[in-house]
């Protein structure tokens, strides 16, 4: 069956960096779109970035452009998530979500992670 | 970027009970519309796609329905594992956008 395990949470200072992981396995991880969501505490989900199967499209949240990059490497079945700049309002569980195809218009998510909080606190 | 409305916030239901939720885009959406269950603790999980599919594994229970700008999620004969927060999400261009959640909790 599907799995995605995401690794590499923590508690950062602001202004620091993170990068997280998501393992897939139990597909094609080759063939789907993958994506970030994340929640802050006791709110609502935000998809942060989209990238396609082939990693060669990226899409990102206004909040995170420019700060955070997504990129995956099909080799390994891993999907990365690079974070600078954190800040407090960043802090938040960070799901790595399957795509439910390749097509860049129908993504919605078929399976999730069980997530990594991520804390920017000083 | 297309905005997605829920209501209401909350809703208090009594087990066995019938709950309509609803899910409003700021634009036009076709069907485009995913609606995701998460319990406490736990991440997300698909219940219905195309406005009105439900996922593998979805019990009958819970129906969707709406095109447009105007959803609905209905939940008949609630058992105590549906007792959760639902979003609804539009997928079909980047904003991917979800709603602020309902919670269905107990009465």
């Known amino acids: 069956q599907v799995q995605l395990a995401e690794s590499g949470g923590g508690v950062v200072q602001p202004g620091g960096s993170l990068r997280l992981s998501c393992a897939g396995s139990g597909f094609t991880f080759s063939t789907y779109g993958m994506n970030w969501v994340r929640q802050a505490p006791g709110k609502g989900l935000e998809c942060v970035t989209s990238i396609s199967y082939d990693g060669s499209n990226q899409n990102y949240a206004d909040s995170v452009r420019g700060r955070f990059t997504v990129s995956r490497d099909n080799s390994k079945n891993m999907l990365y998530l690079q974070m600078n700049s954190l800040r407090p309002e960043d802090t938040a569980v960070y799901y790595c979500?399957?795509?439910?195809?390749?097509?860049?218009?129908?993504?919605?998510?078929?399976?999730w992670g069980q997530g990594t909080l991520v804390t920017v606190s000083s | 970027e297309i905005v997605m409305t829920q209501s209401p916030a909350t809703l208090s239901v009594s087990p066995g009970g019938r709950v309509t939720l609803s899910c409003r885009a700021s634009q036009t959406i076709s069907s485009n519309l995913a609606w995701y269950q998460q319990r406490p603790g736990q991440a997300p999980r698909l219940l219905i796609y195309g406005a009105s599919t439900r996922a593998t594994g979805v019990p009958a229970r819970f129906s969707g329905s709406g095109y447009g700008t105007e959803f609905t999620l209905t939940i008949a004969g609630l058992q105590s594992e549906d007792f959760a927060v639902y979003y609804c999400q539009f997928y079909n261009k980047w904003p991917l956008t979800f709603g602020q959640g309902t919670k269905v909790e107990i009465k």
């Open positions: 979500a399957k795509s439910v195809s390749s097509s860049w218009f129908i993504n919605y998510f078929d399976s």
